[in-house]
């Protein structure tokens, strides 16, 4: 938890640095840190998605490996800052940064609700920080390539969010302003730690095989933590509602299921994260969260930047 509030007090530093119309410099590229306030403390939230205990917890644990992998992704990122030369770059690095460290902030708050529900949330983060150590210490090359990989699962997964109104709809609205503002700006971001990489010297057998062993560790991660707070609630063995649950992610028809054409265009050799067009997406969720009537305003903390 450390690692990760020294992110946010590095990222607030960085992205005090202006542009003469004193906007921070990830707005001048689209990708401008927002400070989204969430509060929980008088929720009466219980099962926050569908009001479906393993939909909810599947969600809570991508909740709570966030903080320590968006530190992850920060320091990836970070390393390789001082080797590229383009300004535009440059302003969506700064703009990537602080963007991830007040996600982290934002789920802190979530993963906090989720521990006072006498759910093993801190123990799970502190496994993973253990991992993503480990990780961090094999290469930067490395960690980069695990970066964009998992940089694609968050911008399709909050592309899929802000498109699928059944999907926004199921959380609950206290909680719901956290995922569409982390959804929003997983998508203004999704191609600057690919822009590294490539600018960086990244090829494309590494970045193809990273892909292959990161997401067969992130489904074990995944499924540990569904898992852990399933049975924290004794639930795990409610194998009717959790095969019902799985299905309606996995299965033919399921939610992640419908991802794997966008996923699988990873592979191909000149992909690129905006080939997945998504600029009247974002126009249109910067207008409703954040714009004259947004449904977030409420929540922020300073100016609004669109």
Known sequence: ?????????????????????????????GIPPRRVALDLKHSDAGYWYANDPFLTYYWSAFSILLP?????????????????????????????????ALHTQGHQVLNKFIEDKNLPAAEIEAQLRVLLDTAAKIHPRLSLAATICLEHFTALLGEQLLVEEDHHNSVNEDIKPLWMWHALEETEHKAVAWDVYEQTGGSYAVRAGT?????????????????RLLHADGKLLDVRNNWRGFKSLFGRQGRMTRLAPKFLDFF????????HDTKALVAEWRERLFGVNGEVNHLLKGRVVH
């Open 211 to 227: 892909m292959v062993v990161t997401t067969a560790v992130l489904g074990a991660v995944m499924a540990y933590a569904t898992a």
């Open 68 to 100: 320590e992998g968006e530190q992850f992704f920060v320091e990836a990122v970070r390393h390789y800052r001082d080797q590229i030369t383009d300004e535009n770059l440059k302003a969506g690095i700064a703009g990537f940064i602080g963007q991830e």
């Open 268 to 275: 191909r050799p000149g992909f690129h994260p905006n080939d």
């Open 1 to 29: 938890m450390n690692a990760a509030v020294n992110a946010i007090s590095n990222a607030a530093a960085e992205t005090s640095v202006q542009s003469v119309n004193r906007q921070p410099l990830g707005a001048r590229v």
